[in-house]
């Protein structure tokens, strides 16, 4: 059985949501500016798996959320 997050993991999550967001972010810059097709598909390509990964991290914090306790343990 799964245990729930420590603090300190559920920062670590929220900060590696925070840098796909950005390099979301950077990706979606760069393909906008681009005028190379295949730098542009591949900028796509790129936002695509930040999205998924961002994905994936908040399914994790949404697993935890099922887990964790409604009371502060003592």
Same mark, same amino acid.
């Given at each position: @059985?799964?245990?729930? @997050? *420590?603090?300190?993991? #559920?920062?670590?999550? /929220?900060? *590696?949501? *925070?840098?796909?967001? #950005?390099?979301?972010?950077?990706?979606?810059?760069? &393909?906008?500016? &681009?005028?190379?097709? &295949?730098?542009?598909?591949?900028?796509?390509?790129?936002?695509? @798996?930040?999205?998924?990964?961002?994905?994936? #991290? /908040? =399914? *994790?914090?949404? =697993?935890?959320?099922?887990?964790?306790?409604?009371?502060?343990?003592?």
């Amino acid at each position: @059985m799964m245990q729930p @997050m *420590s603090a300190k993991e #559920l920062e670590y999550i /929220v900060d *590696s949501i *925070s840098n796909e967001d #950005l390099l979301l972010k950077q990706c979606g810059v760069v &393909a906008t500016s &681009a005028t190379n097709q &295949a730098i542009k598909q591949t900028c796509h390509q790129m936002i695509n @798996m930040h999205q998924q990964h961002i994905q994936t #991290l /908040v =399914q *994790s914090i949404q =697993q935890h959320q099922q887990m964790a306790p409604s009371q502060p343990q003592n």
